[in-house]
């Protein structure tokens, strides 16, 4: 089974295994089936989706297992015009206001860019008073959707979904434990960043950053891994055997 991203509704779904090329005498029209499904198919890194038929966590709603550290919650930032996008990790709700004050500090001094507007849900964290004077004094029109109407915030909406869905089939094909979905959570953020997306001409990150994405150093999530010991005796191993499980938005 492959990944593949659906035109329409943009979120990854399961398919058939890919079929084999056809043969010089084949009939046309088993050529244009094959060709328009090699069309179709967008590979994510190196990814096998296993499942989703779990039922999709929401956002608002706490993990059922706390990510190493206590965190419990996460909140994405994800620019409409690159779909590049940021995620933090809360131990509570309430911290939603930190993460937004961290998050425009870092786009402002790190790639100078200003926020002109934030579209969010109708949730608790974004309509405090102090959420709310802080867009007032930065000068950031606030966009809230009418009840129950997500599709009005459809991209951070199917992004949510894609980062559960991946993270979900990364920890399935790890013996780590569940505790580890943080570390999931923003490797998931990472790629997808570096990733081509139909919804963009080029990968969000040479949008928002202007470089093409490096992926060279890429392994799979989860996978083991060699850690150099900083001081070893002459007969002592230089090395200590551990698993590959964190990419951080900075790195």
Known sequence: MRIVLNQERKEYVIIESVPNEPGTNSPRASKDKFEKHMDDMVDVVCLMLATITLELQKQHEPMNT???????YFITFTDDFSRYGYIYLMRHKSEA??????????????????????????????????????????????????????????????????LLDMVRSMMSHTDLPTSFWGYALETT??????????????????????????????????????VKHQMSTKLEPKSEKMHFCWISQGN
């Open 189 to 226: 953020a990472f790629t997808l960043n570096r990733v081509p997306s139909k919804s963009v001409q080029k990968t969000p990150h040479e949008m928002w950053t202007g470089r093409r994405p490096n992926m060279s150093f890429m392994k799979i999530w989860g996978c083991k891994a060699y």
């Open 97 to 162: 206001l930190e993460m937004f004050k961290e998050f425009k500090n870092e786009v402002q001094n790190q790639h100078g860019k200003s926020i002109k507007a934030l579209r969010s849900d109708r949730g608790g964290e974004y309509l405090s008073q102090d959420f709310d004077e802080l867009l007032k004094e930065c000068g950031i029109v606030s966009h809230l959707t009418p009840p129950g109407t997500p599709q009005w915030n459809g991209v951070s909406e199917r992004r949510n979904r894609t």
């Open 66 to 72: 706390q990510a190493r550290g206590g965190y419990q």
